[in-house]
């Protein structure tokens, strides 16, 4: 009797919490992440989080690393957001840990006859979300994961960019036995088309094999060379030689979904309890219709994956825990204070229909717009006789320092007709120098309350 009690007064003195951070490339994971862990480790100063309801309340006592647990190079991400003049992180392109035990003091309450203080584990994990884009793979075999490929592939502009590969693959015999040479070359000419589509001129999201857009550092070379064979086979129900090249890519495609995607959900997203998924609107409202709507359903298919983890098959193998995901509309500075509203509301309406469905899944939702570093400043300008909200702040592009009005977010999905005159325009932004103590709430964007909301409950 009194092991179970010293069992349950430790349990309830110690919680762990995994929290994920995700979202496609370059939409803030590792700023947020940097910025989440610097005000936290001095959040028992309980100044620069004023809705985190523990930090505001005085409760932190103590938060700290655990080394051994963290491959997240914040020292480093940090020194570049502290020093003069101040640089964003470079990308990253795998998951990384930091691990934090935050020790506090519990709210008056019943709580409290478990003893007055208690500590928290929090682990958060920064992740790639082109890999959650692997996900639908489990559930196809390669002729199939092909012809949904083929689909994609005749869509502007995936179909102009890909003619000169798919040439390629039509003059293959593809029932011949496998030239390892060969396939390499069109898999390192599929990666380089992905990472086009991917780039700045076009901003696509919908973009597979994750790990052949973006492999991890363990990752094994033929595996993240995948493609689909979206021509030049026309029945692959056919017998097929064992060694010919169409085997072959069927071999690798099974090695890829059985050795990669499979263990990523089985080790990393099965064990998550909480999950963030950024988004950055405000870019893929400035690049237009083609760009939103691949965005828009790649987050659809990233969201099935939660959906996917409550009642699929993969509930039955990973018992999937996650129960809450808190959705945020990230780099909120760019647009003025009277406009996060609106991007809090654009964000639900772009992924509305997900939304739905993870509530049938009973997993608690919330969208939100937020800055992990705030870089501009409110200002005001006289046009007219009008006075107009405005920010300043460094421009990204060329280091100018600039007072811009940045425009309004709509409140509705665009109409075709929206995107024809250049309506939408947001400016990135030069971080300002973040101090290494003494934080304070301007430093972010509601980042205490996205805090509050995936993991305020367990405090
Ligand atoms: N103004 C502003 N810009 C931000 C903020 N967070 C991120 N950014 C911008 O977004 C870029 C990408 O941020 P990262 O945190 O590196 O994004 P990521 O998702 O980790 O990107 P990958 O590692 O490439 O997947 C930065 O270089 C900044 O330009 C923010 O809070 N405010
Ligand atoms: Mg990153």
Not at 51 to 78: D, M, N, Y
Not at 259 to 272: D, G, I, S, W
Not at 298 to 310: D, P, T, V
Request: glycine share 6%; net charge negative; aromatic share 8%.
């Amino acid at each position: 009797m009194e092991l179970l009690t010293d069992e349950v007064v430790t349990a309830a003195r110690e919680r762990h919490v995994r929290l994920a951070i995700t979202g496609l490339s370059q939409s803030g994971k590792t700023v947020l992440t940097t910025a989440l862990v610097h005000h936290l480790l001095q959040s028992h100063k309980g100044r620069s989080l004023p809705f985190f309801e523990p930090a505001a309340q005085g409760r932190i006592l103590s938060v700290k690393p655990i080394p051994e647990q963290c491959s997240f190079t914040f020292e480093q991400a940090l020194a570049g957001l502290t020093q003069n003049p101040p640089q964003w992180p470079a990308s990253t392109a795998d998951l990384s840990q930091m691990s934090l035990a935050i020790h506090y003091r519990r709210a008056p309450g019943l709580g409290r006859l478990l003893g007055e203080t208690a500590t928290v584990y929090l682990d958060l994990i920064d992740y790639p979300g082109e890999w959650l884009l692997d996900l639908p793979l489990m559930h196809l075999d390669y002729a199939q994961w092909c012809q949904a490929q083929a689909l994609l592939w005749q869509q502007s502009p995936r179909a102009e960019l890909s003619a000169a590969w798919r040439q390629r693959l039509a003059q293959v015999d593809w029932f011949a036995p496998a030239d390892d040479a060969l396939l390499a070359d069109l898999g390192h000419q599929y990666r380089a088309l992905l990472q086009t589509l991917r780039g700045p001129d076009y901003g696509m999201s919908l973009l597979q094999p994750g790990r052949t857009l973006l492999p991890g550092h363990d990752d094994p070379e033929p595996l993240t060379l995948l493609f689909p064979v979206i021509v030049g086979v026309d029945d692959f129900s056919q017998q097929v030689p064992k060694n010919s090249a169409l085997a072959e890519m069927k071999r690798r495609f099974e090695r890829y979904r059985d050795e990669l995607v499979k263990p990523f959900y089985r080790h990393h997203f099965a064990r998550f309890d909480r999950q963030l998924v950024l988004v950055d609107c405000l870019k893929t409202l400035n690049r237009g219709e083609a760009c939103f709507k691949d965005m828009q359903q790649a987050l659809g298919e990233i969201l099935q994956s939660f959906h996917y983890g409550q009642h699929s098959f993969l509930r039955r193998l990973f018992k999937p825990r996650i129960d809450k995901v808190v959705f945020a509309s990230s780099k909120a500075d760019h647009v003025t204070a009277n406009q996060h509203h609106n991007l809090d509301q654009f964000l639900g309406l772009m992924i509305e229909d997900a939304q739905r469905q993870l509530r049938f899944d009973d997993i608690e939702t919330q969208c939100m717009a937020l800055a992990s570093v705030r870089s501009t400043q409110a200002a005001t300008a006289d046009m007219d006789g009008q006075v107009l909200s405005c920010l300043k702040g460094y421009r990204k592009s060329d280091g100018q320092l600039v007072a811009l009005f940045p425009g309004e977010v709509p409140t509705q999905l665009p109409e075709p007709n929206d995107w024809t005159d250049e309506r939408f325009r947001f400016v990135d932004f030069a971080p300002v120098q973040l101090p290494t103590h003494d934080l304070q709430p301007q430093q972010h964007i509601r980042l205490d309350q996205m805090l509050d909301a995936v993991i305020g409950d367990y405090f």
